[in-house]
């Protein structure tokens, strides 16, 4: 039942900004619900790939469209892990709020969300000093997850 709340919700964003919900726009953002746990970041590709698995028979340029379009009005955000690859979620951000954050393993090449923005002092003093008005940021870790870390150490 939460997630046909979550839908409803993006459904009220999408036509604030006068979009209507096709029914491409509706299923991809239903493999964006359906992969909503924090450890799925998807690429256009992976998105296609869902669908066709579900037996839905859309175009990899309409995926690709429809990403573009619900990352440019806010419903989606845009990642790069430095892999390449542009990926999406869901943005579940308020607009008083930021983003979380990614820790990306050099290795394995997972992706830990970290939810506590230590940056609000180091925001607000860069709007101070420059006259900037930030309204987010983006912060990524590259480093070795405990897995990988403790892999090293195994065979050594």
């Known amino acids: 039942m939460e997630e046909r709340i979550e839908f409803q919700e ?6 604030e900004k006068s979009y209507k ?12 619900l359906d992969n909503s746990d924090g450890h799925h970041h ?3 590709e992976e998105v296609y ?5 579900n037996n839905f028979d859309y175009g990899l340029a309409t995926v690709y469209r429809s990403v573009e379009l619900l990352s440019s009005l806010g419903l989606l955000t845009r990642i790069n892990f430095g892999d390449g690859r542009e990926r999406y979620e869901l943005n579940t951000a308020t607009s008083d709020e930021h983003n979380h ?4 393993c050099l290795n394995c090449k997972k992706v ?7 940056l609000e002092d180091l925001e607000a003093d860069v709007a101070k000093k420059s006259g900037f008005e930030i309204v987010n940021h983006e912060l990524k870790f590259f480093g070795y997850c405990s ?3 403790g892999k090293q150490h195994e065979d050594k």
């Open 10 to 15: 993006l459904r009220k964003k999408l036509a």
């Open 21 to 32: 919900m096709t029914p491409q726009r509706r299923d991809i953002l239903e493999v964006f």
């Open 42 to 44: 998807l690429s256009a």
């Open 49 to 53: 790939d869902i669908l066709r698995e």
């Open 101 to 104: 954050h990614h820790l990306i």
């Open 112 to 118: 830990i969300e970290f939810d506590e923005d230590l």
């Open 147 to 149: 897995d990988c870390r």
